[in-house]
Protein backbone atom coordinates (compact mmCIF):
# COMPACT_ATOMS: atom_id res chain seq x y z
CA UNK A 1 0.00 0.00 0.00
CA UNK A 2 1.57 3.11 -1.09
CA UNK A 3 1.99 5.97 1.64
CA UNK A 4 -0.24 8.12 -0.32
CA UNK A 5 -2.96 6.38 -0.03
CA UNK A 6 -2.76 5.97 3.62
CA UNK A 7 -2.47 10.03 4.03
CA UNK A 8 -5.42 10.38 2.20
CA UNK A 9 -7.69 7.77 3.74
CA UNK A 10 -6.41 9.06 7.02
CA UNK A 11 -7.85 12.66 6.01
CA UNK A 12 -11.34 11.25 4.46
CA UNK A 13 -11.47 8.89 7.59
CA UNK A 14 -12.14 12.26 10.10
CA UNK A 15 -14.84 10.69 12.22
CA UNK A 16 -18.47 12.63 12.44
CA UNK A 17 -18.10 15.58 14.55
CA UNK A 18 -19.32 14.91 18.55
CA UNK A 19 -20.29 17.01 21.60
CA UNK A 20 -20.37 15.23 25.33
CA UNK A 21 -21.51 16.85 28.14
CA UNK A 22 -20.42 14.83 31.57
CA UNK A 23 -20.70 15.91 35.36
CA UNK A 24 -17.85 14.96 37.94
CA UNK A 25 -16.86 15.03 41.70
CA UNK A 26 -20.55 14.84 42.94
CA UNK A 27 -21.83 16.91 39.97
CA UNK A 28 -19.69 19.94 41.37
CA UNK A 29 -17.65 20.33 37.99
CA UNK A 30 -19.26 20.32 34.34
CA UNK A 31 -17.15 19.36 31.46
CA UNK A 32 -17.56 19.70 27.82
CA UNK A 33 -15.69 17.81 24.85
CA UNK A 34 -16.55 18.26 21.16
CA UNK A 35 -14.47 16.88 18.12
CA UNK A 36 -14.80 19.80 15.37
CA UNK A 37 -12.27 18.63 12.58
CA UNK A 38 -15.27 17.97 9.89
CA UNK A 39 -17.19 21.02 10.66
CA UNK A 40 -14.24 23.16 10.95
CA UNK A 41 -12.57 22.11 7.15
CA UNK A 42 -15.99 22.87 5.77
CA UNK A 43 -15.72 26.02 7.30
CA UNK A 44 -12.43 26.29 5.47
CA UNK A 45 -13.52 25.35 2.35
CA UNK A 46 -16.70 27.55 2.12
CA UNK A 47 -14.87 30.49 2.76
CA UNK A 48 -11.62 30.30 1.47
CA UNK A 49 -9.59 30.94 4.21
CA UNK A 50 -5.95 30.63 4.77
CA UNK A 51 -4.48 28.54 7.40
CA UNK A 52 -4.07 31.39 10.70
CA UNK A 53 -7.75 32.56 9.98
CA UNK A 54 -9.17 28.60 9.59
CA UNK A 55 -7.46 27.93 12.75
CA UNK A 56 -8.47 31.55 14.63
CA UNK A 57 -11.95 30.59 13.13
CA UNK A 58 -12.47 27.19 14.09
CA UNK A 59 -11.12 27.76 17.60
CA UNK A 60 -14.24 30.19 17.71
CA UNK A 61 -16.50 27.83 16.23
CA UNK A 62 -15.78 24.91 18.82
CA UNK A 63 -15.93 27.50 21.25
CA UNK A 64 -19.04 28.16 20.38
CA UNK A 65 -20.46 24.95 20.00
CA UNK A 66 -18.84 24.27 24.17
CA UNK A 67 -20.90 26.92 25.17
CA UNK A 68 -24.08 26.55 23.55
CA UNK A 69 -23.75 22.92 24.94
CA UNK A 70 -25.74 24.65 28.18
CA UNK A 71 -28.09 26.29 25.98
CA UNK A 72 -31.89 25.13 25.32
CA UNK A 73 -34.27 24.04 22.58
CA UNK A 74 -34.14 27.04 20.10
CA UNK A 75 -31.92 29.34 21.41
CA UNK A 76 -28.69 30.14 20.07
CA UNK A 77 -25.07 31.84 21.05
CA UNK A 78 -23.16 34.12 18.72
CA UNK A 79 -19.29 35.05 19.80
CA UNK A 80 -17.87 38.24 17.97
CA UNK A 81 -14.23 38.51 18.36
CA UNK A 82 -13.80 42.08 17.60
CA UNK A 83 -10.20 42.15 16.77
CA UNK A 84 -7.96 44.87 15.21
CA UNK A 85 -5.77 42.77 13.51
CA UNK A 86 -5.32 41.27 9.48
CA UNK A 87 -8.05 38.91 9.84
CA UNK A 88 -10.65 41.20 11.01
CA UNK A 89 -13.87 40.30 13.08
CA UNK A 90 -14.88 36.61 13.38
CA UNK A 91 -18.68 35.67 14.00
CA UNK A 92 -18.85 31.97 15.23
CA UNK A 93 -23.09 31.31 16.38
CA UNK A 94 -23.98 27.56 17.46
CA UNK A 95 -27.18 26.22 18.12
CA UNK A 96 -28.32 23.70 20.60
CA UNK A 97 -29.11 21.58 17.90
CA UNK A 98 -25.39 21.24 17.48
CA UNK A 99 -25.54 23.44 14.27
CA UNK A 100 -22.57 25.60 13.88
CA UNK A 101 -21.42 28.12 11.23
CA UNK A 102 -19.64 31.73 11.08
CA UNK A 103 -16.74 33.40 9.15
CA UNK A 104 -13.72 35.34 9.11
CA UNK A 105 -14.28 39.50 8.20
CA UNK A 106 -10.68 38.74 5.94
CA UNK A 107 -10.27 35.11 5.89
CA UNK A 108 -7.44 35.17 2.77
CA UNK A 109 -4.87 36.68 5.69
CA UNK A 110 -1.87 35.04 7.18
CA UNK A 111 0.56 36.22 9.37
CA UNK A 112 4.37 35.46 9.83
CA UNK A 113 4.95 32.47 12.13
CA UNK A 114 6.00 32.72 15.95
CA UNK A 115 9.27 32.51 17.33
CA UNK A 116 8.41 28.61 18.33
CA UNK A 117 7.22 27.72 14.47
CA UNK A 118 3.72 27.84 15.93
CA UNK A 119 0.57 29.96 13.75
CA UNK A 120 0.59 33.12 15.52
CA UNK A 121 -3.54 33.64 16.09
CA UNK A 122 -2.90 36.50 18.51
CA UNK A 123 -1.36 38.53 15.87
CA UNK A 124 -3.98 37.59 13.35
CA UNK A 125 -6.83 38.88 15.86
CA UNK A 126 -5.18 41.69 17.54
CA UNK A 127 -6.40 43.65 20.38
CA UNK A 128 -10.12 44.01 21.12
CA UNK A 129 -12.70 43.08 22.57
CA UNK A 130 -14.62 39.81 22.53
CA UNK A 131 -18.82 39.65 22.59
CA UNK A 132 -20.87 36.86 23.79
CA UNK A 133 -24.60 37.15 23.12
CA UNK A 134 -27.34 34.41 23.85
CA UNK A 135 -30.67 34.74 22.47
CA UNK A 136 -33.68 32.74 23.70
CA UNK A 137 -36.47 31.84 21.26
CA UNK A 138 -39.89 33.69 22.88
CA UNK A 139 -42.96 33.93 21.84
CA UNK A 140 -42.56 37.11 19.33
CA UNK A 141 -39.47 35.77 17.84
CA UNK A 142 -35.78 35.60 18.79
CA UNK A 143 -34.56 37.81 21.23
CA UNK A 144 -31.75 38.85 23.13
CA UNK A 145 -31.29 37.59 26.63
CA UNK A 146 -28.01 38.02 27.52
CA UNK A 147 -24.60 40.04 25.83
CA UNK A 148 -21.40 40.51 27.87
CA UNK A 149 -17.96 41.54 26.36
CA UNK A 150 -14.67 41.98 27.78
CA UNK A 151 -11.55 43.09 26.31
CA UNK A 152 -9.30 40.48 25.06
CA UNK A 153 -6.32 38.92 26.60
CA UNK A 154 -4.52 37.46 23.67
CA UNK A 155 -6.69 37.01 20.47
CA UNK A 156 -5.93 33.74 21.25
CA UNK A 157 -9.66 32.61 21.81
CA UNK A 158 -9.66 29.98 24.28
CA UNK A 159 -7.96 31.60 26.70
CA UNK A 160 -10.10 34.78 25.84
CA UNK A 161 -13.33 32.83 26.16
CA UNK A 162 -11.80 31.09 29.23
CA UNK A 163 -11.33 34.85 30.87
CA UNK A 164 -15.07 36.07 29.33
CA UNK A 165 -16.94 33.24 31.34
CA UNK A 166 -14.81 33.65 34.49
CA UNK A 167 -15.31 37.28 34.61
CA UNK A 168 -18.55 38.05 32.67
CA UNK A 169 -20.87 34.96 33.58
CA UNK A 170 -19.01 34.58 37.06
CA UNK A 171 -18.41 30.80 36.36
CA UNK A 172 -15.17 29.10 37.08
CA UNK A 173 -13.67 27.97 33.68
CA UNK A 174 -11.33 26.32 31.76
CA UNK A 175 -11.13 26.48 28.49
CA UNK A 176 -8.79 23.98 25.59
CA UNK A 177 -8.93 24.86 22.08
CA UNK A 178 -7.30 23.74 18.99
CA UNK A 179 -6.81 23.21 15.14
CA UNK A 180 -4.08 21.45 13.59
CA UNK A 181 -3.36 22.13 9.63
CA UNK A 182 -2.21 19.82 7.64
CA UNK A 183 1.03 21.15 5.84
CA UNK A 184 1.06 23.09 2.46
CA UNK A 185 -2.86 22.62 1.09
CA UNK A 186 -5.36 23.69 3.36
CA UNK A 187 -6.87 20.56 5.12
CA UNK A 188 -7.94 20.68 8.63
CA UNK A 189 -6.04 17.79 10.46
CA UNK A 190 -7.68 17.89 13.77
CA UNK A 191 -9.94 20.07 15.32
CA UNK A 192 -11.55 19.68 18.92
CA UNK A 193 -12.02 21.59 22.61
CA UNK A 194 -13.21 21.11 26.04
CA UNK A 195 -14.58 22.86 28.87
CA UNK A 196 -14.64 22.73 32.26
CA UNK A 197 -16.47 24.76 34.79
CA UNK A 198 -16.94 24.00 38.56
CA UNK A 199 -20.35 25.11 39.75
CA UNK A 200 -20.55 27.24 43.56
CA UNK A 201 -19.94 24.19 45.74
CA UNK A 202 -17.00 22.68 44.16
CA UNK A 203 -14.94 22.62 46.83
CA UNK A 204 -11.10 23.88 46.69
CA UNK A 205 -9.51 20.41 47.04
CA UNK A 206 -11.14 19.62 43.72
CA UNK A 207 -10.20 23.01 42.45
CA UNK A 208 -6.69 22.20 42.55
CA UNK A 209 -7.11 18.98 41.56
CA UNK A 210 -8.86 19.90 38.00
CA UNK A 211 -6.51 22.43 37.94
CA UNK A 212 -3.43 20.34 37.98
CA UNK A 213 -4.63 17.55 35.41
CA UNK A 214 -5.65 20.18 33.25
CA UNK A 215 -2.38 21.95 32.92
CA UNK A 216 -0.75 18.24 32.67
CA UNK A 217 -3.27 17.42 29.82
CA UNK A 218 -1.95 17.35 26.18
CA UNK A 219 -2.38 19.52 24.10
CA UNK A 220 -5.85 19.35 22.80
CA UNK A 221 -4.30 19.27 19.26
CA UNK A 222 -1.68 16.05 19.85
CA UNK A 223 -4.84 14.20 21.33
CA UNK A 224 -7.79 15.14 18.27
CA UNK A 225 -4.73 14.55 16.00
CA UNK A 226 -4.24 10.64 17.81
CA UNK A 227 -8.06 10.14 17.09
CA UNK A 228 -9.06 10.61 20.37
CA UNK A 229 -13.09 11.12 21.00
CA UNK A 230 -14.97 13.24 22.74
CA UNK A 231 -14.63 11.22 25.65
CA UNK A 232 -11.20 10.30 25.69
CA UNK A 233 -10.49 14.37 26.15
CA UNK A 234 -12.65 14.19 29.15
CA UNK A 235 -10.95 11.30 30.59
CA UNK A 236 -7.23 13.52 30.08
CA UNK A 237 -8.67 16.55 31.10
CA UNK A 238 -9.75 15.40 34.27
CA UNK A 239 -7.34 12.65 35.15
CA UNK A 240 -8.59 10.18 37.77
CA UNK A 241 -11.52 12.15 38.79
CA UNK A 242 -14.98 9.87 38.51
CA UNK A 243 -17.60 11.02 36.05
CA UNK A 244 -20.55 10.35 33.81
CA UNK A 245 -21.72 11.03 30.27
CA UNK A 246 -24.72 13.34 30.61
CA UNK A 247 -25.77 13.65 26.64
CA UNK A 248 -24.63 13.66 23.47
CA UNK A 249 -24.94 15.36 19.78
CA UNK A 250 -23.87 15.60 16.63
CA UNK A 251 -22.03 18.74 15.50
CA UNK A 252 -22.18 20.06 11.84
CA UNK A 253 -21.23 23.09 9.86
CA UNK A 254 -24.99 24.11 8.93
CA UNK A 255 -26.23 27.85 8.03
CA UNK A 256 -29.74 28.66 8.50
CA UNK A 257 -29.79 30.94 4.76
CA UNK A 258 -31.64 30.27 1.66
CA UNK A 259 -32.80 31.46 -1.71
CA UNK A 260 -36.40 32.17 -0.03
CA UNK A 261 -34.77 34.51 2.71
CA UNK A 262 -32.77 36.46 0.27
CA UNK A 263 -35.97 37.17 -1.69
CA UNK A 264 -37.38 38.00 1.71
CA UNK A 265 -34.51 40.86 2.32
CA UNK A 266 -35.21 42.41 -1.01
CA UNK A 267 -38.97 42.60 -0.51
CA UNK A 268 -37.66 44.19 3.09
CA UNK A 269 -36.15 46.59 1.11
CA UNK A 270 -39.28 47.75 -0.84
CA UNK A 271 -40.26 48.44 -4.42
CA UNK A 272 -38.11 51.78 -4.87
CA UNK A 273 -34.88 49.90 -3.48
CA UNK A 274 -35.86 46.77 -6.21
CA UNK A 275 -36.24 49.17 -8.84
CA UNK A 276 -33.23 51.10 -8.49
CA UNK A 277 -31.15 47.76 -7.85
CA UNK A 278 -33.00 46.30 -11.21
CA UNK A 279 -32.13 49.64 -13.25
CA UNK A 280 -28.37 50.01 -12.40
CA UNK A 281 -27.32 46.44 -12.06
CA UNK A 282 -30.24 44.38 -14.02
CA UNK A 283 -30.20 41.76 -11.45
CA UNK A 284 -29.30 41.19 -7.93
CA UNK A 285 -26.49 39.47 -5.94
CA UNK A 286 -27.01 38.49 -2.45
CA UNK A 287 -24.01 36.92 -0.42
CA UNK A 288 -24.46 34.74 2.88
CA UNK A 289 -21.63 36.53 5.18
CA UNK A 290 -22.16 32.85 7.47
CA UNK A 291 -21.60 30.25 4.78
CA UNK A 292 -20.66 32.57 1.60
CA UNK A 293 -23.91 31.35 -0.53
CA UNK A 294 -24.41 33.45 -2.99
CA UNK A 295 -27.89 33.89 -4.52
CA UNK A 296 -28.23 35.39 -7.64
CA UNK A 297 -31.50 37.08 -8.87
CA UNK A 298 -32.47 37.72 -12.31
CA UNK A 299 -34.35 40.59 -13.91
CA UNK A 300 -37.39 38.63 -13.99
CA UNK A 301 -37.04 37.43 -10.48
CA UNK A 302 -36.44 41.35 -9.71
CA UNK A 303 -39.81 42.12 -11.87
CA UNK A 304 -41.84 39.50 -9.84
CA UNK A 305 -40.74 40.86 -6.76
CA UNK A 306 -41.33 44.00 -7.57
CA UNK A 307 -44.74 43.29 -8.74
CA UNK A 308 -45.10 41.40 -5.63
CA UNK A 309 -44.64 44.26 -3.41
CA UNK A 310 -46.57 46.54 -4.96
CA UNK A 311 -49.71 44.11 -4.96
CA UNK A 312 -49.00 43.81 -1.13
CA UNK A 313 -48.58 40.20 -1.39
CA UNK A 314 -45.87 37.61 -0.05
CA UNK A 315 -43.70 36.57 -3.01
ZN1 LIG B 1 -25.59 31.00 4.67
Known sequence: ?????????????????????????????????????RLVQEACRRHGSWKTATVALGRALTGAALIASSLKTSERVTIHIEG?????????????????RGYARHPQTDVPLRPDGKLDVG????????????????????????????????????????????????????????????AGDGVVGAAGGFLVQTLPDADEAIISRLERTIAAAPLITEMTRAGATPEDIIRQALGDLDWRPLSER??????????????????????????????????????????????????????????????????
Not at 84 to 100: D, L, S
Open 1 to 37: MSSSFTAASVRGAAPPDRLVQAVAADDAVRVVAATTT
Open 84 to 100: RGPVGTITAEANAQGGV
Open 250 to 315: PLSFVCACSRERAERLLLALGGDEMRAILAEQGQAELNCHYCNAVYRLSAADLQRLIEAEASGAEA
Open 123 to 182: AAVGKGVLHVIREGSFEIGLMEAYRGSVPLVSGEIAEDLTYYLSRSEQTPSAMSLGVYME
